[in-house]
């Protein structure tokens, strides 16, 4: 399968604790999301990468958030301090470039106690 | 800011009737326009886009979508839906004049399919 995955598919933490989230997207994508979709909600934007260069964050993504994307493939979003209001579903998405479809991971569901 | 807004949170149909989800954005000169289906426990699938062009818009599962820039909708609409479509449907919308292509999401809308 060549679409886009995300590991690990759920986490539990308790609050203060550090969690990273990984996303692989399909192959050749040059465009990298993040999104947080809460309960009764629909996703909301966090923050995407070009290549491996960082080009918007949300005002969401308070300082104990942070993603990188070393090489330009794979993703991680980490999440430092975990708070209970932090609990969502984090998704990745990529696309071939700007105006392309945007292809969604399954998601991680993160359970802050 | 950009804004999409879903006003029905749910809709209930029977099978084989019409159905149509609304969708309404906050004005702009340039936008590109998506609906989005998630099913339970899976990813969110694209089922049509408006980037430019027609107005109309055909996409995946006998669904299609109507740009109407004066009214700024782009309502998604559908025949005669089946069991199988009971997901949560989401619009979205790009904002390119602000060279982005983040997308702002609408609080979706539940589509519950009745035999």
């Known amino acids: 399968d060549t679409g886009v995955s995300q590991n690990p598919r759920h986490k539990i933490t308790k609050r203060g604790q550090n969690v990273t989230f990984r996303c692989d997207p399909i192959s050749e994508h040059n465009r990298l999301y993040w999104y947080r979709q809460t309960l009764g909600q629909g996703p909301e934007f966090l923050t995407y990468?070009?290549?491996?260069?960082?080009?918007?964050k949300s005002r969401l993504l308070s300082d104990r958030f942070s993603a990188e994307r070393p090489k330009g493939s794979f993703s991680t979003l980490e999440i430092q301090r975990t708070e209970q209001g932090d609990s969502a579903m984090y998704l990745c998405?990529?696309?071939?470039?700007?105006?392309?479809?945007?292809?969604f991971g399954p998601g991680t569901r993160l359970t802050v106690l | 800011a950009q804004s999409v807004t879903q006003l029905d949170s749910q809709v209930p149909v029977f099978e084989e009737a019409p159905v149509e989800l609304r969708c309404n954005y906050s004005?702009?000169?340039?936008?590109?326009l998506f609906w989005y289906v998630q099913y339970p426990n899976q990813g969110l699938q694209l089922l049509l886009k408006?980037?430019?062009?027609?107005?109309l818009v055909k996409g995946i599962n006998g669904f299609e979508a109507e740009f109407n820039k004066s009214q700024t909708s782009f309502h998604l609409r559908k025949p005669s839906v089946h069991i199988s479509d009971t997901a949560e449907y989401f619009c979205a919308v790009s904002d390119y004049s602000y060279n982005t292509d983040k997308l702002i999401f609408g609080t979706g809308t539940r589509l519950q399919v009745f035999p």
């Open positions: 004005s702009s000169v340039s936008v590109y």
């Open positions: 998405a990529s696309s071939l470039a700007r105006g392309y479809e945007q292809f």
């Open positions: 408006y980037l430019s062009g027609s107005t």
């Open positions: 990468f070009q290549n491996e260069a960082q080009l918007e």
